[in-house]
């Protein structure tokens, strides 16, 4: 059974950084596609991030130049910093698994809220 | 970026009848190459993050009732319900993966007449 565990969210000042992990069982994070999407309070989904197999990374406009996404394979766990948070980045974060190497999202973990609030 | 739009933002429909929602992309996600449409409808239930249903515009995912379909080509697609369980409340979205960045609709909410 695929698990994803997604930790790391907490309440942060505007201007701080976060390391969100997602810790994946059942599966072997370097081959799919992983990605990071976000949903703040009350909203849509919004794709953040996403790490191909062969380690590709792509960002949405939002994040570019702020967020950087990376995984372990040693520890089969994917990341995401964050840097120069702001309100806009208040948001429950998703780890996701790709349909192998396509972009649809099979698996979920249950999130982590990340609040950026002063 | 390709603009996902999808109608209505709302439905109301009796138990056991049809429900329809409807995405839109602002440029067709049809790739040529392999006649395949990079859209997926994803369901998410109050609290709860979302659940795959459908990928390749009208592929179930594993699991998911045959009373979910998916159809449409190009630029035009339709999640249908051919018959309305109280389980199936919930918001929905659809989602292109022809390229980055990948966008969602902004989401369809279904609720019971």
């Known amino acids: 059974e695929v698990q994803l565990v997604e930790t790391g969210g907490a309440l942060i000042q505007p201007g701080g950084s976060l390391r969100l992990s997602c810790a994946a069982s059942?599966?072997?994070?370097?081959?799919?596609?992983m990605s990071w999407v976000r949903q703040a309070p009350g909203k849509g989904l919004e794709w953040v991030s996403v790490?191909?197999?062969?380690?590709?990374?792509y960002y949405a406009d939002s994040v570019t130049g702020r967020f950087t996404i990376s995984r372990d394979n040693s520890k089969n766990t994917l990341y995401l910093h964050m840097n120069s948070l702001g309100a806009d980045d208040t948001a429950v974060y998703y780890c996701?698994?790709?349909?192998?190497?396509?972009?649809?999202?099979?698996?979920w973990g249950r999130g982590t809220l990340v609040t950026v609030s002063s | 970026d390709i603009v996902m739009t999808q109608s209505p933002d709302s439905l109301a429909v009796s138990l056991g009848e049809r429900a329809t929602i409807n995405c839109k992309s602002s440029?067709?996600?049809?790739?040529?190459?392999?006649?395949?449409?990079?859209l997926a409808w994803y369901q998410q239930k109050p609290g709860q993050p979302p659940k795959l249903l459908i990928y390749?515009?009208?592929t179930r995912d594993s699991g998911v009732p045959d009373r979910f379909s998916g159809s449409g080509s190009g630029t035009d697609f339709t999640l249908t319900i051919s018959s309305l369980q109280a389980e199936d409340v919930a918001v929905y979205y659809c989602q292109q993966y022809y390229n980055t960045p990948y966008t969602f609709g902004q989401g369809t909410r279904l609720e019971i007449k």
């Open positions: 440029q067709s996600v049809l790739y040529s190459s392999n006649n395949r449409n990079y």
């Open positions: 790490i191909y197999t062969g380690g590709a990374t």
């Open positions: 059942g599966l072997t994070v370097s081959n799919y596609y």
């Open positions: 996701t698994r790709g349909g192998g190497t396509s972009s649809w999202w099979g698996s």
């Open positions: 390749w515009a009208s």
